[in-house]
């Protein structure tokens, strides 16, 4: 009768056990394992061999390591509710789900940046590849670092700091002068910006940027100008619009915002304070989410398209799981738009 005891052995196989048992480079079986087309295929067999030899482990990850490419795709994004990471999202799967992939999320918190281990229950799915959200790449992009040196392609949504990898990529500061000009044009003088968190300075920095440097362009004094720290959050938004708005003698006529969440919250600040939009103020936001276009009125935004970096990001990290890019850095760039809409009037 045959041994039906549980093999107590079984457990996660590392690519250093792998490789000490093959005799060949860490390098090299991570190759293998993820899939790569530049590894001998006498060695890429022993690799397998030797891991269908200790069958430690079943079910997915089992098959990724026995030779079926994995078709998990992992998603690290710093937040999951945020409308905007869930229309990236909604690209990529969108792309994925057509080629026969999946998606795995792994949500990288703030207060978890520093954690060198927060990859670690991810990275037991042997994912074929890696799409990274601005602001999940960890300090220095250690995060992103530490899967390239597993050898495992990733594509950053937006420029991750202190790595250079694959990305698709959005301007910042010019479409956020180009906001800025416009609510000149409609003929405001007295402007606000709402900008972004701290956490995340190349977004805040720049759109900030946009926004002084079309009122040095229009000859607005900058000290003429309200500028309050935001955050990214409806929350936060509201609490800095109602220290903006409640004083009217220095309430500016148009108010600029770091994304459209913060704009909401400009909306119920106004609504608490009983202000019109655009009657007594008018509001620009800056990402283009479904939401903004459902508000009472309208929200004119700058639009991002976040739907479609999400596509692009997954359409070129297959490729580069393919090995279709060629040599270097693949960096892909989506054009903002502004979006005119009626939260904005002319005086």
Do not use: W
């Amino acid at each position: 009768m045959a041994d039906e005891t549980p093999n107590k052995s079984k457990r996660p196989i590392t690519t250093s056990e792998i490789a000490r048992l093959c005799g060949l480079s860490r390098t090299t079986v991570s190759a293998v394992l993820n899939g790569k087309r530049n590894v001998r295929e006498s060695t890429r067999t022993k690799v397998l061999e030797c891991v269908r030899e200790r069958n430690y482990e079943s079910g997915m990850i089992a098959r990724t390591l026995v030779g079926e490419l994995s078709r998990m795709i992992a998603v690290l994004t710093p937040e999951i509710g945020n409308p905007y990471h869930y229309m990236v999202f909604q690209g990529v799967n969108k792309v994925l789900e057509a080629q026969g992939y999946h998606m795995l999320f792994h949500r990288v918190r703030h207060e978890d940046q520093e954690d060198p281990e927060t990859l670690a229950s991810i990275r037991a799915y042997r994912p074929a590849g890696y799409i990274v959200m601005r602001g999940a790449e960890g300090p220095r992009g250690v995060h992103v670092k530490q899967i390239a040196d597993e050898g495992v392609p990733v594509v950053g949504v937006g420029k991750l700091l202190g790595v250079e990898t694959h990305c698709v990529v959005f301007e910042n500061r010019h479409p956020m002068k180009l906001g800025t000009d416009y609510v000149i044009e409609m003929g405001h003088r007295r402007l606000g910006h709402l900008a972004g968190p701290a956490f995340s300075p190349l977004e805040a920095n720049d759109r900030q940027l946009g926004f002084l440097e079309s009122l040095l362009e229009h000859d607005i004094r900058l000290s003429d100008a309200v500028i309050v720290y935001a955050g990214e959050t409806s929350p936060t938004g509201y609490q800095a619009a109602l220290e903006v708005l409640r004083n009217p003698q220095t309430r500016p006529t148009a108010i600029l915002c770091f994304n459209d969440i913060v704009a909401m919250g400009v909306y119920r600040a106004a609504h608490e304070l009983s202000l019109d939009i655009p009657g007594d103020v008018s509001v620009v936001g800056f990402d283009g989410i479904d939401a903004g276009e459902l508000l009472g009125p309208p929200l004119t935004t700058i639009d991002i398209f976040p739907r479609q970096l999400g596509e692009e990001a997954a359409d070129l990290l297959l490729q580069v799981i393919r090995n279709q890019t060629g040599r270097g850095i693949v960096v892909k760039e989506v054009e903002p738009k502004l979006i005119e809409r009626a939260s904005v009037r002319r005086i």
